[in-house]
Nanobody
Framework: EVRLVESGGGLVQAGGSLRLSCAASGFKYDDYTIGWVRQAPGKEREGVACISSSHDRIYYGDSVKGRFTVSSDNAKNTVLLQMNSMKPDDTAVYYC?????????WGQGTQVTVSS
């Protein structure tokens, strides 16, 4: 069974920082992409950042470039999202997502709220 468990969400003031962590287990593929997708109330899901298992491909959504950093530790099966200079528009539920050509898994989500 594949499990993705997110942690690190919470409330932060604008300009502050948070770090999200996702612990993955049970995923049996060596080639995959893992990262973060967020969904704000009344809005569609938005890709935030992701990184390939080989670490040679990294993607950032336009709205977070220069502020967020994604990293992963294959040995620990974790992916981190360091969020700096946060804005109220970053308020959303953040989901961990791991996928490849054959499968796609989601975590349960963690709430991030940025106050102005």
């Amino acid at each position: 069974e594949v499990r993705l468990v997110e942690s690190g969400g919470g409330l932060v003031q604008a300009g502050g920082s948070l770090r999200l962590s996702c612990a993955a287990s049970g995923f049996k593929y060596d080639d995959y992409t893992i990262g973060w997708v967020r969904q704000a109330p009344g809005k569609e899901r938005e890709g935030v950042a992701c990184i390939s298992s080989s670490h040679d491909r990294i993607y950032y959504g336009d709205s977070v470039k220069g502020r967020f950093t994604v990293s992963s530790d294959n040995a620990k099966n974790t992916v981190l999202l360091q969020m700096n200079s946060m804005k109220p528009d970053d308020t959303a539920v953040y989901y961990c997502n791991v996928y490849n050509d054959y499968t796609n898994y989601w975590g349960q989500g963690t709430q991030v709220t940025v106050s102005s």
